[in-house]
């Protein structure tokens, strides 16, 4: 047993190593710092594939630095980088929010905090969770649609991916023996996310059972209690995301 970790530890360090994307340390988020695994790509820092996240500076290891986390009465001042191709997916993604919840995004005048959707080429769809203070960037890839959109705006209301819920062995199973070990930090529970009623297999924060993180595409990295796969669908808001999103921003 023994050398089956051992091995299993030199087989984690070298993927680590090799990998020399992934890095180890204290991150902040709006609820405090943690230590974790994340990616560099470029001048941006990435856990589960598509949360951006900093390295934490010595005052915020202090605590003195916490970021503010929710947006003022529900409003979400926005810019979108020019050179973003095809700008009516942010405009559809702003227009169904404001049609279907309490949230409003609304054209930046001067507010001092406020999304930037900056035009990521054909890198990946990302976000910062929860308000940051200050200008906060959505990256906004080529290939990155309306419903896509929504989920990373989710992501700067304050929201986390279901799948990451401390509370989620209760409704998934992670299949490690599946993931590249590089990515397995992806799979870890996000320590601040909070539990929105029940684990919401129709939310459009979810990852699907097979994604991009898989050693073998044609098998499952997550499943069902039951060894069932599910979707991660991006039409819009589950019920339970909208139950969520009210009980995050109360009128
Ligand atoms: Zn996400």
């Not at 986390?160 to 993931?179: A, C, G, L, M």
């Not at 990515?183 to 699907?208: Q, R």
């Amino acid at each position: 047993m023994k050398n089956i970790m051992l091995f299993a530890l030199v087989v984690l360090l070298c993927s680590f190593t090799v990998d020399a994307k992934v890095k180890f340390g204290p991150i902040v988020t709006t609820e405090g710092v943690y230590k974790s695994f994340y990616e560099v790509q470029g001048d941006s820092y990435l856990i589960e594939g598509d949360i951006l996240v900093e390295p934490a500076l010595e005052k915020d290891m202090k605590g003195t630095a916490r970021r503010t986390g929710r947006w003022d009465k529900g409003i979400v001042p926005f810019v979108v980088d020019d050179s973003i191709p095809n700008p009516s997916r942010i405009a559809d993604a702003a227009a169904y929010l404001n049609a279907h919840t309490s949230i409003r995004l609304v054209a930046r005048t001067n507010e001092a905090s406020y999304v930037y959707f900056k035009n990521n080429g054909t890198a990946g769809c990302s976000s910062f969770v929860g308000r940051q203070g200050g200008k906060q960037i959505i990256n906004v890839p080529d290939w990155c649609g309306s419903g896509s959109l929504v989920h990373e705006v989710l992501h700067a209301l304050g929201f986390y991916h279901e799948q990451s819920r401390p509370d989620r062995h209760k409704s998934i199973k992670v299949k490690w023996s599946n993931i590249q070990l590089s990515a397995w930090f992806n799979f870890f529970v996000a320590p601040f996310a909070k539990k929105y009623g029940e684990f919401d297999f129709n939310s459009i924060m979810l990852y699907p059972s097979y994604n991009g993180f898989a050693k073998d595409p044609n098998k499952p990295t997550m499943t069902k209690r039951d060894g069932s796969t599910f979707e991660g669908q991006r039409n819009g808001l589950s019920e339970g995301d909208f139950a969520a999103l009210a009980q995050m921003y109360p009128n």
